[in-house]
């Protein structure tokens, strides 16, 4: 019967016959051990017709880790920080590092194009579900579907955020761990209320002022952002469920175009080209794609090598300053700047939402490429993505900074501060910017257990908040709906 049923669904549960301490060791040892050294969860690669976008997530969220460990230790490189060289362009100020060459650079400090990648990712995964049922024509479906989605969307990404960096602020107050910044309030209450103010503030979306981040967590500064997102996505595909295909891709094409060219939102077009590419993608399968993608049929191939080389290109722009002059004064740059928009404030989002949509349309019709992203270690990468993001930053300050002023990165505030860990075991700083092997030493410790971190939160917090959202939500719902 094993064979045919699957397991556990007929036999009886072991851990029902045995008491709560064998049941607690058991929980904590699927809580402790690291999943990607196990045989279980991830073991066996995924045949998810979208899995490669969760080994880009998770690959992209790796990104983000390594463009803020090259920085942090480095603010005083060369005087100017470190910044200065990753962040621009290649020869910017007569600057030729390694690190700063066109492509290359993406894997120093790629972090601002990830976010780009996890936007556009988020339009796709968002609109999958209440596409499907525009296609099939479920109306009904469909309200229930995006009735749930936008119930759920602010608590499934905030409660994480809250949980997660209560606990790295308690934690200086409890164990009396100094970190370079933010400044600590000199007591545990002066503390929460600072972060009560804070939050309360940075959760809210539709806010007019303000910072757009924590100053106890300055990488969530991306979570306002995907809830605001997520709102355009639901907003667009119920004003668009009752309209024709072509109309529909009309729709969405003018809201990438109107948030990009006439208004300052280059978030909403990220979030639109995602739906859209799911939209495109759900037309191929059913055969109905507009005629003029069936006439491009015979060059897809070269069509998609140039989106993934263009992206790789596109994903470089200079992002030190956001100051158009800068553009013009980059090598290389400077030929294609007259392409930004006159409304793009910030012109490294234009540049970077090219080279998302690129990346992510190219990813699935480049056969290598696509099996890159399945492979069991970014799949793993994929499941604790949002943990690895959320908590990145709290081990760099922490334990990341500490093992990195051992090694010989120190700022006038560690002579202060922990004057002990000064060069407490150092190491060479010579070789190309950002592979130094005293800053890649550290690592050795740092990324699995930052990895391992990522993977309890997932467990302890995020998977969690899931199921509780999830469960709140049906019990919430009028007696009726929860009959049908």
Not at 149 to 174: C, K, Q
Not at 398 to 414: K, Q, S
Not at 431 to 457: D, M, Y
Request: proline share 6%.
């Amino acid at each position: 019967m094993g064979d045919i049923l699957e397991p556990g669904i007929w036999e009886e549960k072991e851990g029902s016959r045995r008491g709560p301490i064998y049941n607690t060791r058991i929980w904590l040892t699927d809580l402790l051990r690291p999943a990607i050294l196990t045989r279980g969860r991830g073991g066996k690669q995924q045949s998810r017709r979208t899995a490669y976008l969760d080994g880009l997530r998770g690959f992209a969220a790796f990104l983000v880790y390594w463009h803020h460990h090259q920085l942090w230790p480095r603010q005083k490189y060369m005087i100017m920080g470190a910044d200065y060289i990753f962040e621009n362009s290649w020869g910017f100020g007569d600057n030729w590092f390694f690190a700063a060459m066109p492509v290359v650079r993406t894997f120093f400090t790629g972090g601002h194009f990830a976010v780009s990648v996890f936007f556009v990712i988020s339009g796709y995964v968002l609109s999958a579900k209440p596409l499907s049922l525009i296609h099939s024509g479920d109306t009904v479906k469909l309200g229930d579907s995006l009735a749930s989605a936008l119930f759920r969307r602010w608590l499934r990404l905030y409660i994480p955020v809250f949980v997660t960096t209560l606990l790295y602020l308690t934690s200086w107050h409890m164990f009396g761990i100094w970190t370079v910044s933010p400044n600590h309030e000199a007591n545990f209450r002066d503390e929460l209320w600072k972060f009560y103010v804070e939050f309360k503030n940075y959760s809210f979306a539709f806010r007019t002022g303000g910072e757009d981040w924590l100053s106890y967590n300055f990488p969530t500064w991306s979570i306002p952002v995907e809830f605001r997102g997520s709102i355009i996505i639901f907003t667009s595909l119920l004003a668009f469920s009752r309209c024709t295909r072509n109309m529909r891709l009309f729709g969405m094409v003018g809201l990438i175009f109107y948030f990009m060219y006439i208004v300052d939102g280059w978030f909403g077009s990220l979030f639109m080209a995602g739906s859209l590419l799911c939209e495109l993608d759900l037309l191929a399968r059913n055969d109905d794609l507009p005629r003029i993608f069936k006439r491009l049929e015979r060059y897809k191939t070269p069509i998609f090598y140039t989106f993934f080389f263009v992206s790789m290109f596109l994903s470089g722009v200079p992002s030190h300053s956001r100051e158009y002059e800068v553009l013009l004064k980059s090598p290389g740059w400077r030929h294609i700047a007259f392409l930004t928009p006159q409304a793009t404030w910030d012109f490294k989002w234009f540049y970077l939402f090219w080279a998302a949509v690129f990346m992510v349309s190219a990813i699935p019709r480049i056969p290598w490429l696509k099996s890159f992203f399945e492979l069991r270690f970014n799949q793993y990468l994929g499941r604790i993505s949002f943990c690895l993001y959320l908590i990145h930053g709290p081990v760099l300050w922490t334990m990341g900074d500490r093992l990195y002023v051992a090694t010989g990165w120190y700022r006038p505030e560690h002579e202060i501060n922990t004057p002990f860990l000064i060069n407490a075991f150092p190491m060479s700083k010579a070789g190309p910017l950002g592979l130094e092997p005293s800053f890649l030493a550290p690592h050795l410790i740092l990324l699995p257990f930052t990895l391992w971190v990522a993977e309890v939160v997932t467990k302890l917090i995020d998977e969690p908040s899931v199921r509780f959202v999830a469960w709140l939500y049906d019990k919430m719902k009028a007696p009726s709906e929860q009959q049908k």
